[in-house]
């Protein structure tokens, strides 16, 4: 890497709810990260694709894929998923291997002491990425300390209100490194395919956090502001409002609509007057990331800056010991749950 490339670190982004209440232990086994992934359609039962649905303990999602093709005997790109689940954690999710003119071998030979097989069903067409309703989640966190009363309350406003809907920390690499080495990527650096995508990812995101970010430092983050475009809740669907209504700001309090922040990329802008001022302001302060990810060809989206957290539910073991449950949205992040009430 070119010593002129600038070093990005990654922030503590501003809190919602005031600083974290307690401290703890999070991944202290793999039972203490429990995640299951919920099909965004039901598998029609027919077709040359065997959709699979595996619990994996330990293991990461390229792995299982790649044990999968060896063991259908087909090739890597014929095993699809809907999305990268966490390597320690308990995980339940679904893949697809394309079989065609072929019958399902039997499936239980495949499994292993880390990897089950729960499910399996044909369907038409392959498993694509994101093609997921959402993800439930039961959280330990171990020698948990700090105020009590503080963290419950805390709880109960994410309940209510919802939360800022932070890329997780898992999305910029270790210390962050992948925005570092999109930066160099930009710069010329050659790279493959697949880190390709993690670095476009990671620049895209960290610009995303930091309008997200600002917003936050405002309180606007769930408030209407002039200009905003606007997205449904458990949709991707948008409308764009120049100035909010009553009817806006009614279904902002009922959180049917949330907010957006740009996923930066090229493509027209979408957003004017103050919000276009907010998010501007952030592009020109990291303009190398910004054109970086227009010279790549990467398009422009748009991302809720807030997200309901469903079926939030807590509770204190021996005083020393949270647990949690809850569901999101697929693209939310349950560690982006943690850190308002667990310190870094």
């Known amino acids: 890497m070119a010593l002129s490339i600038q070093v990005i670190e990654i922030p503590i982004w501003p809190y919602v709810y005031g600083e974290p ?104 067409r392959k498993l694509k990425r994101g093609a997921l309703s959402g993800n439930t989640f039961k959280l330990i966190v171990r020698d948990w300390q700090g105020d009590k009363a503080k963290t419950i309350s805390q709880l109960e406003a994410i309940k209510v209100n919802g939360m800022a809907n932070y890329f997780g920390s ?67 669907g948008c409308f764009k409002s120049e100035v909010p209504d009553a009817e806006i700001i009614r279904r902002l309090v009922e959180k049917d609509i949330h907010p957006t922040g740009s996923l930066w990329g090229k493509g027209e802008v979408d957003v004017s007057a103050d919000t276009l001022s907010i998010e501007q302001a952030v592009i020109e302060k990291n303009r190398e990331l910004a054109d970086g990810l227009i010279a790549f060809s990467v398009d422009k989206d748009r991302r809720a800056l807030r997200v309901n957290v469903q079926d939030l539910n807590w509770l204190f073991v021996n005083e020393d010991i949270l647990e949690l449950t809850f569901s999101l949205p697929a693209g939310s992040y349950a560690t982006s749950v943690l850190r308002e009430i667990i310190r870094e």
């Open 21 to 124: 209440s307690g401290s703890g232990k999070i991944r202290s086994f793999p039972e203490d990260f429990v995640v299951k992934e919920t099909l965004a359609f039901e598998p029609s039962g027919a077709g040359e694709h065997a959709f699979l649905q595996i619990e994996k303990i330990g293991e990461n999602t390229d792995y299982v894929a790649r044990q999968l093709a060896r063991f259908a005997n087909v090739r890597q790109r014929d095993v699809s998923y809907a999305g990268l689940k966490d390597r320690h954690a308990i995980t339940t999710q679904w893949f697809s291997v394309w079989l065609p003119g072929k019958a399902d071998p039997n499936w239980m030979l495949f499994e292993t002491d880390t990897m089950k097989v729960l499910y399996a069903v044909r369907h038409a």
């Open 170 to 236: 898992q999305r910029f690499g270790n210390a962050g490194q992948n925005v570092t080495k999109a930066l160099a990527m930009f710069a010329g650096d050659k790279v493959g395919r697949e880190q390709r995508s993690l670095y476009l990812s990671a620049a895209r995101s960290y610009l995303f956090n930091q309008i997200l970010a600002c917003r936050v430092i405002q309180k606007v983050w769930d408030q209407p502001v002039a200009g905003d475009t606007y997205q449904f809740d458990l949709s991707h």
